[in-house]
């Protein structure tokens, strides 16, 4: 059973442009829903988390939009640049200090000039 | 200065041959975790541990086992090695008082042939 739906698998943008990355989930005690970013021959790293008290956080030019009803969160990447090119995965977890995550199948982004 | 480092980085190895991987950190973190990665699939957990005492199994245990030998050391051998185990190995840790950051090795890449 796939908790965390993620897509699309890949995508292709162009440098200067907006790269949207959407997730959904299934259920409703998750309460962290994290993105990690991955450069090829590196482990992910956070990239940015929310809760689901708020609807949008923003750190600089990635957005994470939160979607409580429709069980759907997403991230913005506004004004790409190539050296975002990398694989972005969205991921959650249920309860404060949770040692699990449950990850979606990741996103292949790749930013042209 | 990496703060969690996997050993080897690389390993090629024979169907049925007994495999360990090691993981260390220096991050002085309590939790412990072993995921593979595979193509298309994501990041799934294999092992967790909270510490030296306390090992549990994750999503896909099967044919796998760890050793905590320290709070910074955390091993995963794959007693006889199948192809389908060929994929990319990554350890993570996390605090408990930290919040639910996952902070990832750099991998180890393992072919089964």
């Known amino acids: 059973q796939q908790q965390v739906k993620q897509s699309p698998q890949s995508l292709i943008v ?30 992910p790293a956070l990239l940015i988390a929310i809760r689901p008290d708020v609807s949008e956080k923003k750190e600089g030019r990635f957005t994470i939009s939160f979607n409580k009803s429709a069980k759907q969160f997403s991230l913005h990447i506004m004004d790409s640049q ?3 090119s990398a694989t972005y995965f969205c991921a959650a977890s249920k309860g404060a200090g949770s040692y699990q995550l449950t990850f979606g199948k990741g996103t292949k982004l790749s930013v042209i000039p | 200065d990496a703060d969690v480092t996997q050993t080897p980085r690389n390993r090629i190895t024979k169907t049925g041959k007994r ?3 090691e993981c260390s950190q220096t991050k002085g973190h309590d939790r412990m975790y072993w995921y593979r990665q595979d193509p298309g699939l994501g990041l799934r957990l294999i092992y967790y541990s909270f510490d030296v005492k306390d090992i549990n199994k994750g999503e896909i245990s099967d044919g796998y086992s760890v050793s905590r030998q320290a709070q910074a050391k955390f091993s995963l051998s794959l007693e006889s090695a199948i192809p389908n185990q060929t994929a990319l190995y990554f350890c993570a840790t996390s605090d408990r008082t930290g919040g639910n950051e996952q902070f990832f090795g750099p991998g180890t890449r393992l072919t089964v042939l």
Do not use: R, V
Not at chain 1, 20 to 38: K, S
């Open chain 2, 19 to 21: 495999i360990m991987l």
């Open chain 1, 14 to 43: 162009q440098k200067g442009g907006i790269s949207i990355i959407n997730c959904a989930y299934e259920n409703t005690a998750f309460d962290y829903f994290p993105w990690y970013q991955q450069f090829p021959g590196k482990g």
């Open chain 1, 82 to 84: 190539p050296g975002d």
